[in-house]
Every structure is written in C-alpha cells, then in structure tokens.
C-alpha cells in the first residue's frame, strides 16, 4: 500500500467510548510508516488522553482548532456549512502553517457534530467517511436531545462517501432513519488499547475481597447505560439470600452520578457497592473481577465488554444487546471449543448475576496478550481495507 494521508476530525478528546477508540487506532496508526495522519481536535479543554505519545514517532500531528458557537447546533446544516466554512477552512489552513490541506482520506469520526462535519468538507480529499457509532434509531427513539439535533444536522449524511460502522448491528438502524445517505459501509470495529491491558497485567491487583462473588460495571452513568436498570440488578441480587455474597464494583461518572448516590443510601448499599468514578485503567478491577455486567439500553459495539472479554472475565449482557456483537466472540473463546462463550446474554440479569460463580482463577497473561493482538490485527485489517478504497 503506498502511503496514504488521512485527516480525522474529533470534536473532544474526553472520556468517552468514541475518544477511546480513536486513541487506540491512533496507536496503532503511529506505527505504521505507511501512514501520516493530522488530528483536528475542536475542544481543547479535559482532555483525557496523552496525545504527546501519539506524536513521538512523526507521523501523526494533533491539532487544535476554534470549535463553533453552541447554537450552530439548531441550524439547519446547509445553513451552519454557509455560515461557517470559510472559518473552518481559515483554521485548518492556520493550524497547517500554510501546509496543503490534500489528503487522501477525511474522516469524520465524531459523527454528530457539525464542527467535524465541516472539516471533512473543508480539506481536498478523494474519499469523505463518516464513523456509525451507535444504534442510532433507538437513540433517536429514546433521547429527546439527540433527536432534536438529528432533525439539524441530518442533511450532512448525504455528503459522505462511505460510512465505516463499530458493528453489523448499527448498519440498518443507520439506514432506517437516514435513507438520503449513501449506501456504502464497511465495518470497521473499536480497537482495544494494548497499553492499557500491558498495564494491568503489570500492576498489583486491586483490592477486592477474595470472599465475594466480585461483579464490575463500567460506562457513563446515563440514561443510555441503563443507571436505573444498573440500580435495579443490585437491589434485586442484594436482597435475595443468593446474594450475600456480592459485591458491585461501578467505574465511570456522569449525569446520574447523584441517582446513584442516593439509590445506595437509600437501600443501605454501601458495603455492598463501590464508586470509584472515572479511572484511567479500569482493566485491573476487570481482570480481578467474576463477572462484567452490562445493563446498557443500546450500544455501538461496546468497547469495555470487548475489554473484559480479552481479559477472559465472563461478560454478561442482556438479549437485545446481541446484534452489536456478532462474531467477536470467537477472538475471546478457547480454540478446543469446550469453554462456554464469554459473552452471556439474558433477559434477567439480576438473575444471571446471582447464578454467577466465583472464578477460580484469571486467565494466562500470555493468552490475554494473543486475545488482544488477534483481535486488534483483524480490527486493524478492517480499517486498512478502508483505506484502499481511496
């Protein structure tokens, strides 16, 4: 493959599962002297990541560019592309140094906002991409928000050239509620980051009592994520005599951090619940856990489950979750085939949570680290099969 030049275009680069999965193609990419890629980056502030590292090898440049006004989200977007472009291209232009703004790929891989939008419009690029992360026709079913700014910033979706989808289960949802896109997709799923599992298989085990049956949650504690159904399982399981016991480990923050708060006050839950907000490598209570439990309402493919899976802890999902797995499973499942799938999916997950056993041991480093290099080389292989359709 002869070198190929991509432009992505982010708007944060925050917590969340999409900066997740940029950061770690990102890693990949810096390996890879057949490709340069310049990062535009439209909201400097929190930012979670190391970029620095991204950068030390030369081929990938960050940059960071004015993000625009709030209320260009409730514009139409042909009326935000009139208003805004030429301020677009004047900062990708400044932020280039006067460079050439040809490249061969323009990604959009934030995917809503019009900031990024626009900057895949702004460079000279063969082939224009838009990333699909997540079901969107259940989003737009459930968030009064999103659905409001789909109602804007649609139009854009007949710009793209191709759409690169985190799962097979995204692709008709997409499809569904956006029938003037184009109807080019390949799939292209989240990446996991080698370094993260590089350093929990490194790092002492977290403390985590031996004698419990030790269950783990990560995410955003939001309406997507399914909080209220998070609080539910740990009241059920907690009151049934199954349960004594258990012990809920939840990882992450967000808009229903205080629910939370107030659910385990309320029940008397705090020994048998721990918060430990936002981590930087959750992977160490994940590896040390007996079971990962997801009680999202919808999902692109789920970058964390597909964590827990690499570390060989049983992933237990609800049924509708199923179509953003796929055929993943089969990277985290052993070769004689007599293990069970690491992927559990049930209707009742207070129930599966109480018929979980307590895992006699974790899995060997050595196999964790073929899991992920397996997985990450056919994620990788998707991506560069993007590549050559410019």
Same mark, same amino acid.
């Given at each position: 493959?002869?070198?190929?030049?991509?432009?992505?275009?982010?708007?944060?680069?925050?917590?969340?599962?999409?900066?997740?999965?940029?950061?770690?193609?990102?890693?990949?990419?810096?390996?890879?002297?057949?490709?340069?890629?310049?990062?535009?980056?439209?909201?400097?502030?929190?930012?979670?990541?190391?970029?620095?590292?991204?950068?030390?090898?030369?081929?990938?440049?960050?940059?960071?560019?004015?993000?625009?006004?709030?209320?260009?989200?409730?514009?139409?977007?042909?009326?935000?592309?009139?208003?805004?472009?030429?301020?677009?291209?004047?900062?990708?232009?400044?932020?280039?140094?006067?460079?050439?703004?040809?490249?061969?790929?323009?990604?959009?891989?934030?995917?809503?906002?019009?900031?990024?939008?626009?900057?895949?419009?702004?460079?000279?690029?063969?082939?224009?991409?838009?990333?699909?992360?997540?079901?969107?026709?259940?989003?737009?079913?459930?968030?009064?928000?999103?659905?409001?700014?789909?109602?804007?910033?649609?139009?854009?979706?007949?710009?793209?050239?191709?759409?690169?989808?985190?799962?097979?289960?995204?692709?008709?949802?997409?499809?569904?509620?956006?029938?003037?896109?184009?109807?080019?997709?390949?799939?292209?799923?989240?990446?996991?980051? *080698?370094?993260? $599992?590089?350093?929990?298989?490194? =790092?002492?085990?977290?403390?985590?009592?031996?004698? &419990? @049956?030790?269950? #783990?949650?990560?995410?955003?504690?939001?309406?997507?994520?399914?909080?209220?159904?998070?609080?539910?399982?740990?009241?059920?399981?907690?009151?049934?005599?199954?349960?004594?016991?258990?012990?809920?480990?939840?990882?992450?923050?967000?808009?229903?951090?205080?629910?939370?708060?107030?659910?385990?006050?309320?029940?008397?839950?705090?020994?048998?619940?721990?918060?430990?907000?936002?981590?930087?490598?959750?992977?160490?209570?994940?590896?040390?856990?007996?079971?990962?439990?997801?009680?999202?309402?919808?999902?692109?493919?789920?970058?964390?489950?597909?964590?827990?899976?690499?570390?060989?802890?049983?992933?237990?999902?609800?049924?509708?979750?199923?179509?953003?797995?796929?055929?993943?499973?089969?990277?985290?499942?052993?070769?004689?085939?007599?293990? *069970?799938?690491? $992927?559990?999916?049930?209707?009742? =997950?207070?129930?599966?949570?109480?018929?979980?056993? &307590? @895992?006699?041991? #974790?899995?060997?480093?050595?196999?964790?680290?073929?899991?992920?290099?397996?997985?990450?080389?056919?994620?990788?292989?998707?991506?560069?099969?993007?590549?050559?359709?410019?």
């Amino acid at each position: 493959m002869s070198e190929k030049r991509i432009a992505f275009f982010q708007y944060d680069m925050q917590v969340g599962g999409i900066q997740h999965s940029l950061y770690a193609l990102l890693s990949r990419i810096k390996e890879d002297k057949d490709i340069c890629a310049d990062v535009f980056i439209n909201h400097p502030a929190d930012v979670f990541y190391d970029l620095g590292k991204l950068e030390d090898t030369g081929n990938i440049r960050i940059f960071f560019t004015r993000p625009l006004p709030y209320y260009n989200r409730l514009m139409n977007f042909e009326n935000a592309k009139a208003l805004y472009m030429d301020q677009i291209k004047a900062d990708i232009f400044d932020a280039l140094n006067g460079g050439p703004m040809d490249y061969d790929l323009a990604l959009d891989f934030n995917s809503y906002q019009n900031d990024c939008a626009l900057g895949t419009l702004a460079v000279n690029a063969s082939m224009r991409i838009c990333w699909i992360h997540n079901d969107v026709q259940k989003k737009l079913a459930q968030e009064k928000k999103y659905a409001v700014l789909h109602h804007f910033f649609k139009e854009k979706y007949g710009l793209y050239d191709v759409f690169a989808a985190v799962s097979e289960g995204v692709i008709l949802p997409f499809r569904k509620v956006n029938p003037g896109a184009k109807e080019n997709n390949i799939i292209c799923r989240n990446m996991l980051d *080698e370094m993260l $599992f590089k350093e929990a298989l490194s =790092l002492p085990s977290p403390y985590t009592d031996v004698k &419990k @049956r030790n269950v #783990v949650w990560v995410g955003c504690l939001n309406h997507q994520k399914g909080t209220d159904i998070l609080c539910d399982v740990i009241r059920t399981a907690c009151v049934d005599d199954a349960g004594k016991d258990l012990h809920f480990t939840v990882i992450g923050t967000g808009p229903e951090h205080k629910k939370m708060w107030s659910f385990i006050e309320k029940h008397s839950l705090a020994d048998k619940v721990s918060l430990k907000g936002t981590l930087k490598n959750p992977l160490p209570y994940i590896l040390n856990a007996d079971v990962y439990l997801s009680t999202s309402r919808y999902e692109g493919q789920g970058i964390s489950m597909h964590e827990a899976a690499a570390l060989g802890t049983p992933v237990l999902l609800p049924t509708h979750l199923s179509p953003y797995i796929e055929t993943e499973g089969k990277f985290f499942c052993s070769d004689d085939g007599e293990m *069970e799938p690491i $992927f559990r999916f049930t209707d009742k =997950l207070a129930e599966g949570v109480l018929a979980t056993p &307590k @895992r006699e041991s #974790v899995i060997d480093p050595f196999e964790i680290r073929e899991k992920v290099y397996g997985y990450n080389n056919a994620a990788y292989g998707q991506f560069l099969s993007l590549l050559e359709l410019a």
